[in-house]
């Protein structure tokens, strides 16, 4: 059986360009390209589908662009490009409840761990917060503290701030 790689290609957005990694099927990841620790996520990537990760532009690459173009103009709320996601059926649950964050709303932690029905893991649901593969597509950046306080972001509190903002528009 022929092994069919995993293809990449970078994004240029108006918060500087992201690295996309897809297939024929769907996207695996998308980061920002100076997200701390992203050369572990793609090697985590590549020994959990032990698959290599070679340059190229599959649909679901070309489509999560003309999304992200859309996005930033203003002119979607929400992204239908089919993600492969990678992780523990607790991770899952939490990126679910994340998608259903409406634009211009925030969550907190405690919030979210109380909505998946696990109220005492809001540090659980920080982790699994901050595992998310797919920068702005789950919209983990919608997850704030008790507090109030933004929260760490990764990548980065300026960005953060900016999609916030947006949003909000």
Same mark, same amino acid.
């Given at each position: 059986?022929?092994m069919?790689?995993?293809?990449?290609?970078?994004?240029?957005t108006?918060?500087?360009?992201?690295?996309? %990694?897809?297939?024929?099927?769907?996207?695996y990841?998308?980061?920002? #390209?100076?997200?701390?620790?992203?050369?572990?996520?793609?090697?985590?990537?590549?020994?959990k589908?032990?698959?290599?990760?070679?340059?190229?532009?599959?649909?679901? #690459?070309k489509?999560?662009?003309?999304?992200?173009?859309?996005?930033f103009?203003?002119?979607?709320?929400?992204?239908?490009?089919?993600l492969?996601?990678?992780?523990?059926?607790?991770?899952?649950?939490?990126?679910?409840?994340?998608?259903?964050?409406?634009?211009?709303?925030?969550?907190?932690?405690?919030?979210?761990?109380?909505?998946?029905?696990?109220?005492?893991?809001?540090?659980? %649901?920080?982790?699994?917060?901050?595992?998310?593969?797919?920068?702005? %597509?789950?919209?983990?950046?919608?997850? #704030?503290?008790?507090?109030?306080?933004?929260?760490?972001?990764?990548?980065?509190?300026?960005r953060?701030?900016?999609?916030?903002?947006?949003?909000?528009?």
């Amino acid at each position: 059986m022929k092994m069919i790689p995993l293809n990449t290609s970078w994004i240029d957005t108006p918060l500087g360009p992201m690295l996309a %990694v897809g297939d024929d099927r769907a996207l695996y990841l998308l980061e920002f #390209i100076d997200r701390r620790g992203l050369e572990k996520e793609i090697e985590r990537l590549r020994k959990k589908t032990k698959l290599p990760i070679v340059p190229g532009r599959p649909n679901p #690459i070309k489509q999560i662009e003309d999304e992200l173009e859309e996005y930033f103009s203003g002119r979607i709320q929400e992204f239908k490009t089919p993600l492969f996601l990678l992780g523990s059926p607790f991770q899952k649950s939490v990126w679910e409840e994340l998608q259903k964050i409406p634009r211009g709303e925030t969550r907190s932690y405690a919030e979210i761990a109380k909505a998946i029905g696990k109220p005492s893991a809001f540090r659980a %649901v920080a982790l699994a917060n901050g595992a998310n593969q797919f920068a702005i %597509v789950i919209p983990c950046h919608r997850v #704030i503290n008790s507090n109030g306080d933004l929260g760490g972001y990764g990548g980065g509190i300026k960005r953060k701030e900016w999609l916030l903002k947006h949003e909000r528009k």
